[in-house]
């Protein structure tokens, strides 16, 4: 059971009409339960019977260990400890509704009347989404400070040997210099990442949207992309459609998108496979698809996969340079632009990332 914090109440006698106290807590946002002594309820607002799913007239009456035996069975004791102490505290609770988790911050006042507690009421504050932020703002600083510190050390390391001698040896110092020079631009291209995320996710994003032009942009990416190609013998198709409609974007960012989705597309796909690139369009939408013949991906990873810093396999990421964040910011962009990106995998048989964008009128 959590830490209980007791809060001392002043007492104040300030005369309230019924009707008026009973149209401020129907008003409330968060849900307030009203119980006797005996654990029975008594009064509860809409605000909990929303996050409870109920209907007041289904729990007026019933125990208190009735309405909680699912979600928290160890609330109705929690309560009863309010009316025995006759104390008011706050505490945090985790309520199980089905697969969904949430924390409530839990409020407890004892009501005495003539020196004798007559009733308890809890209030429950909903804090899931406080807690879910908090834990992503730890799990980013963490992964930063991990992906940060890995290549630093390489640099630090290398560095540190040919400060003491190794720059004597000419073909070995001109191998360290090139690591070094490796792991630098890891670390430039992981905090340019850091930058355009941080812009996509402010509430004012720089870019404007206007009609442009989707074909000439796929086409760029792929001649930039043909290096990587030809050195993994990889067959690309794109066959581009003789008309097609202008699209609601701003060209470097969807450019970015393609280019990213293109590069984990070669990256993943090994030697002499093929990446097509199809374009449709559906519902005043356009479609584009990246599909490859490389490994492929597990469907356990792919609820997770549009999130920062996450990674199938983190050893193998890294080795090609990848900074975990690519998908993130192709998720961004898409969702800025009102469009949405998904992906569709099958392992060892390759992977389709597919995105839409507005049509432009």
Request: hydrophobic share 40%; net charge negative.
């Amino acid at each position: 059971m959590p830490t209980i914090t007791k809060r001392v109440v002043p007492k104040q006698n300030v005369p309230l009409d019924r009707y008026k106290l009973l149209r401020i807590i129907q008003a409330m946002a968060d849900g307030v339960l009203v119980f006797n002594p005996q654990g029975i309820v008594l009064l509860c607002n809409p605000a909990f019977e929303k996050i409870f799913g109920i209907h007041q007239e289904d729990i007026i009456g019933q125990p208190l260990r009735l309405l909680f035996e699912l979600e928290a069975p160890e609330l109705p004791d929690v309560l009863t400890l309010l009316l025995e102490s006759g104390e008011a505290f706050s505490q945090e609770v985790v309520l199980h509704q089905g697969r969904q988790k949430r924390t409530f911050r839990l409020d407890t006042l004892p009501i005495e009347e003539d020196g004798v507690v007559s009733e308890g009421v809890a209030v429950f504050h909903d804090i899931t989404k406080v807690k879910q932020t908090e834990k992503m703002r730890r799990d980013f600083v963490a992964n930063v400070s991990h992906e940060l510190r890995t290549p630093l050390s390489a640099i630090h390391g290398y560095a540190e040997t040919l400060l003491e001698g190794a720059l004597e040896d000419a073909e070995v110092s001109k191998d360290f210099v090139q690591i070094i020079f490796n792991h630098s631009k890891r670390l430039s291209q992981l905090v340019q990442d850091l930058l355009d995320l941080s812009k996509l996710e402010s509430e004012e994003c720089p870019f404007e949207l206007h009609p442009t032009p989707l074909i000439p942009l796929i086409e760029k990416v792929v001649q930039l992309a043909q290096k990587q190609l030809s050195e993994k013998q990889i067959q690309l198709t794109f066959q581009p459609p003789l008309s097609f409609p202008y699209v609601v974007a701003h060209d470097s960012n969807i450019e970015q998108v393609l280019t990213n989705l293109l590069d984990n597309a070669i990256k993943y796909t090994p030697e002499k496979g093929t990446i097509t690139i199809q374009t449709a369009i559906s519902n005043a939408m356009v479609q584009v698809d990246v599909q490859d013949t490389g490994i492929g991906i597990e469907p356990k990873h792919i609820p997770r996969l549009f999130e920062r810093f996450y990674r199938v396999d983190k050893a193998r990421s890294r080795d090609m340079g990848g900074t975990g964040l690519g998908l993130s910011i192709v998720k961004h962009i898409i969702q800025y632009h009102g469009g949405d990106v998904w992906v569709t995998s099958t392992p060892a048989k390759g992977s389709t990332f597919s995105f839409t964008l507005q049509i432009a009128s």
